[in-house]
């Protein structure tokens, strides 16, 4: 392979990827005009948020986004510690209610187990979170992951 074919790849490869990250932005784009539509909050501190809890490939991350929007905008307006309940089930992980009272605690500072244990049997009678664990150890994720999961 000359050193002219070698080039034309390589512009070839960093076309793509530039149509790729165009592709990104605007999918990011739109989901900040659907942020700032349907939240009050600042779109830049609500991924803020969502980025100490989420950890992984962006692609997750964006999931997990996304998944926090719907719950959100079919509850309305929530509680902040109902908020972050649902920022750390956004990942789709079946956790017990330790678990979430730590991630909860990262992401506010603070954060008591009785009022998320309160909070989390609310969310379950209202269908927003399911139960996979058993009666005596609850492990709790988000049913929207469940419906992504069964579709």
């Not at 790849?9 to 076309?15: A, H, K, N």
């Not at 008591?112 to 209202?126: G, H, P, Q």
Request: proline content about 2%; hydrophobic content about 40%.
């Amino acid at each position: 392979m000359s050193s002219g074919e070698k080039s034309t790849d390589v512009l070839s490869v960093l076309e793509k990827l530039l149509l790729r990250i165009n592709e990104i932005s605007s999918r990011l784009d739109r989901v900040e005009r659907l942020l700032r539509r349907n939240r009050s909050v600042d779109s830049a501190e609500y991924l803020s948020r969502l980025l100490s809890v989420v950890k992984g490939p962006f692609h997750l991350v964006l999931q997990s986004l996304i998944r926090v929007w719907i719950v959100l905008s079919k509850l309305g307006r929530v509680d902040p510690i109902t908020e972050s309940i649902i920022y750390v089930l956004s990942t789709c992980s079946a956790l017990n209610i330790t678990e979430i009272y730590r991630k909860v605690k990262d992401m506010r500072g603070r954060a008591s187990r009785r009022i998320i244990a309160s909070k989390l049997r609310v969310l379950e009678a209202s269908g927003v979170v399911v139960n996979t664990g058993t009666n005596r150890r609850p492990r709790y994720t988000l049913s929207e992951c469940l419906e992504e999961k069964s579709h």
